[in-house]
T-cell receptor, first 112, second 115 residues
């Protein structure tokens, strides 16, 4: 079983819909990242969370440390949100050296 | 803008040729990483560095070498390229402690094809 599991693996939505992508992890972490990758593009860090909730524009990320679960929400989705969204966790401790463990990614397609 | 710069962005190599991928960051990050991304495999760590003059192996180090002679630069070398090394390569950097200044940052990627 992967240490970081995302669901769903594929998600199709109509423009304007509210979208949720989930991430569960089975290890202790110091931080959780949500990453975005457009087709053929680079990887952009959307959020880094260690507790609570963060909001940036139409994007909201939450984390529940006790339940080892995080969600990424997109309000009023738009075709330009179509991308792969990747959850990644950073292990605690000096010997982890900031290495990330990645989920398998969620492919989001938003139709106009 | 501060960030991670990778060069080149695209490259085609013949089997057996060598090349070096360059990565530079201007955020004074201690840690740097090289990942490869393949369809269905996600991101896999090749090598990483925790400071100037240090390197360590990741999950898939075979066929690659790295060097970090200066804190801001992390080089990935392929001594004798093989078709199995066709991939997209991402460099990334991170501070020792996140939450201060710039966090984990990825480069824009290098698309390498070995024929």
């Amino acid at each position: 079983k992967n240490e970081v599991e995302q669901s769903p693996q594929n998600l199709t939505a109509q423009e304007g819909e509210f979208i949720t992508i989930n991430c569960s992890y089975s290890v202790g972490i110091s931080a959780l990242h949500w990453l975005q990758q457009h087709p053929g593009g680079g990887i952009v860090s959307l959020f880094m969370l260690s507790s609570g909730k963060k909001k940036h524009g139409r994007l909201i990320a939450t984390i529940n440390i006790q339940e080892k679960h995080s969600s990424l929400h997109i309000t009023a989705s738009h075709p330009r949100d179509s991308a792969v969204y990747i959850c990644a966790v950073r292990r605690p401790g000096g010997t982890s050296y900031g290495k990330l463990t990645f989920g398998q990614g969620t492919i989001l397609t938003v139709h106009p | 803008n501060a960030g991670v710069t990778q060069t080149p962005k695209f490259r085609v190599l013949k089997t057996g040729q060598s090349m070096t991928l360059l990565c530079a960051q201007d955020m004074n990050h201690e840690y740097m990483y090289w990942y490869r991304q393949d369809p269905g495999m996600g991101l896999r760590l090749i090598h990483y560095s925790v400071g100037e003059g240090t390197t360590a192996k990741g999950e898939v180090p075979d066929g690659y070498n790295v060097s970090r002679l200066k804190k801001q630069n992390f080089l990935l070398g392929l001594e004798s390229a093989a078709p199995s090394q066709t991939s997209v390569y991402f460099c990334a950097s991170s501070p020792r402690f996140e939450g201060l200044g710039y966090g984990y940052t990825f480069g824009s990627g290098t698309r390498l094809t070995v024929v």
